[in-house]
């Protein structure tokens, strides 16, 4: 019985520092992506890579998902902020090779509002019908829109900010009620620095067009 007990609270104690650990490359990402450096995607790479473990073990398996298709739009982001493409919103400068912030083109507004809508339906359907997730709707509210703000993000829009700040503060209303709440404070920082995060970005586009 103490054998049981004590396995039990060393798998929780291994949660825990598993959630700090991600809490703590969390605040990295942020700062990077505040400063719109590069080498947020490669924090990007190491938090789902954490979370994925802490989200299932929690039931949020739409946030579970969601890390891992934050590993494979690292690479996708890579690429976009390093190389650009021809034709694309704005051209990286000789100087840099990496792609300038830029905003996201108004008749793509519509097109993310679809696809953020049919994502929450999907994600949702999948979770009342093939989960006991116990948030369906919440968690496929931030799961949907945090695909389209990644995608902004690795496309470098600089309204992606203004998605995140919706996402942030709903999730860190979701990680509270599901006790995850090194998370939560982790995601409560984010809506703030997101508000932040917004006007740097904006400031940075003004200094790249002097």
């Known amino acids: 019985m103490c054998y049981i007990c004590g396995s039990f609270t060393s798998y929780v104690s291994i949660m825990n520092y598993l959630e700090i650990i991600g809490t703590i490359v969390g605040l990295i990402y942020l700062w990077l992506e505040y400063k719109a450096s590069i080498w947020l995607w490669v924090a990007n790479v190491v938090m789902p890579a954490i979370y994925v473990v802490v989200y299932y073990e929690a039931g949020l398996y739409a946030d579970f998902g969601i890390n891992i298709y934050y590993l494979i739009i690292s690479f996708y982001g890579i690429f976009w902020w ?86 942030d503060a709903v999730s860190a209303g979701l990680y509270v009620y599901k006790e995850l709440y090194f998370t939560a404070g982790l995601y409560a920082l984010y809506t703030v620095i997101a508000y932040f995060g917004y006007k740097e970005w904006k400031r940075l586009m003004q200094q790249q067009a002097a």
């Open 82 to 167: 390093w190389k650009g493409r021809k034709g694309s919103h704005a051209q990286p400068t000789k100087e840099t090779k990496e792609l300038p912030i830029g905003h996201t083109p108004r008749q793509m507004w519509a097109r993310l509002g679809v696809i953020s809508a049919g994502l929450l339906v999907l994600i949702a359907f999948i979770l009342i019908q093939y989960t006991d997730s116990t948030v369906p709707w919440m968690d496929s509210f931030t799961t949907a829109l945090s695909i389209v703000a990644m995608w902004m993000l690795a496309r470098k829009y600089v309204e992606q900010w203004l998605v995140w700040i919706v996402v």
